[in-house]
DNA sequence: AATTATTTGTGCGTATGTATC
DNA sequence: AGATACATACGCACAAATAAT
């Protein structure tokens, strides 16, 4: 039930459209001339000139000057879908996203996609302004890592927005409490809990920890680390608890300010036999701080990282760590927005059992 | 000297968006009528017709049947130019990469342009797939760190086409000989220079050298290291360079079929006083082997690298280092770039002076 | 509620210009 | 040089939507 157009000029323009599908002209060939169309339809050369004319602004046709009038695009009418995809990290150069990304960008570019990114140095205010930019962009999907996940976001709404308009969001590492999407995650619990669990074997008694009070993760890690204590029946003091947020660690990486957090990790470390950190990076911290207080790792206190990095391979005392392999974690967050974009699979719930790597900080 | 256009559409046209221009018209305002139009600049209907009508296919105006015509967009004619930056690296995950995409990306986002990543892996059909896919994107501009550059590059005919569109192009960290383009580089042969100076200041006798053999840094390292030798009225020995290849590099970093170069690496350490490691992977990677065979560092054997990258800092025996800043190096391409785009400066050729850091291991 | 003037939309006829083959 | 094909340009007539009278 195609309607009948009641113009003149749109008949003409069907009967191109029609000569090219039925005659499957492709990109380059020609069609029959002005003068033609005239007699062919038996209207006036400018009613001829009209259809032409809205057929090249459609992207069908183009006309060249004493040569005749060409097929540009026979399927541009399809709107050809964007392969365009956001990614928007927290620290690009932190040391495991480099990785990752590599991971995603491998697969996206056999793929056919292209990556654009935005980093938000962990702020509230610039994962808004990467979200706003994306979303005057035409993107096919976009990967986040979210900003400062523990808290409640201040960007539900133009996450809100993206789903709107069908574009796929998937989360990687952790994502926002209160709005359900799909995501890509380390099981973070689990780590914190076999991180413990492993301490507790190695015979520590007077439990640690260090963790991250900003996002996600560090409060997971922390849920581990007390279900663990508690099968044990072990308990843990306050004080031995360690809580540090972006702000903190800013501080202590620029080794500007960070006189509070040191005097508590020499305290921990001054009474504690075990201390499971929220990632290498701290644990690294603490085992520098050890070094210069004269507490032996791990005779006299033992050390669980997080990540798996570089650093705990390059530390004087290498790092026990919990991970997941990180390039591949990039391959499989690329293949499962890809998915979300062919639609195979509309939400991705997946979470990725990290593995403990037993090195000599335990 | 505005071309005056030929035809009297055009004159029609540009009457048109003076006028919106002149009266400050916004998106909803209503121009004059076609008649209007015809009595003002004494042309047909069919012309200010045919104007109109372009001019509603390129934004400017929306007409309505029994009304008239309005501004749409009147900023349309400025044919917005593109705010993306095509990024192209060779390794993203490696050492130094992330901190200079940390500094390219946090000024692109200030002056409101976006990303977008390509990743080469040092191999040159990837970069040629990378540089096709760019061709296909509209940006405003493209920042290369160029793969095998020591070579001469089989993608030359696809940087000639960036440059037909008038596309800026600036490579970072070493650029193609048989291409003059801009860049912003390191001084490397000064780094060679100073580096070597520096070990020869501290009694080297018998030096040696590691080099990248494909790339054109290690080329120019290695000159540098040359010309510090002979200025000091030293010689080198053939048998005392070791030349390495990305390919090399992959199976030594992985641990695999490493046997040859290890065997050079552990003679050299027996022979020689003072090694000039093309970076610090390298200088990092002889320090292990170093450290299996009994020779040490600095005392046996003095050791300089480049970039001043984490590694430098995390080894047991922290690395002299020969680095220029890299989050500052992000941000000065970032901004020469820009200035590309903006047309103030055509072309950039910056080099940076490196800086000697002095560490344990000389 | 009907009329009228205005404004854009469709359509035809004609003439001339200009690029390509 | 000539034929063909698209491009520009003018004039006219009528249709359809809108706003004011």
Redesign the interface.
Known sequence: MTKQPDHKYEIVKQYFINFIQKNDLKKGDKVFSENEAMERLKVSRHTVRKAI?DLI?EGWLISVKGMGTFVNDPGAFINKPSK?IGVITT????YI???I??GL??VF?RKGY??????TSNEIE?ER??LL?FLG?DLAGVVIDATKSAYPSANIDLLNEFRKRKIPVLFIHSYYREFDSSYVVENDEYGGYTGTLHLIKRGMKKPAGIFKSDDMQGHLRYKGFLKALSENSMSIEDDNIIWFNTYDKKNMLNKTNSGFIDGRIIDILGRCDGILCYNDEIAYYVLEIAKKTGIKIPENCRLVGFDDS??AI???VKLTSVSHPKNELGRITAESIIKMINKSETFVKMVIKPELIVREST
Chains 1, 2 share one sequence.
């Open positions: 004319g602004n365009l620290y690009i150069t932190d996203f480099p990785e990304i590599a960008e491998d570019h292209n990556i654009m990114l935005g980093n610039k302004q990467c930019n962009q570089k650093l390059m530390a004087d």
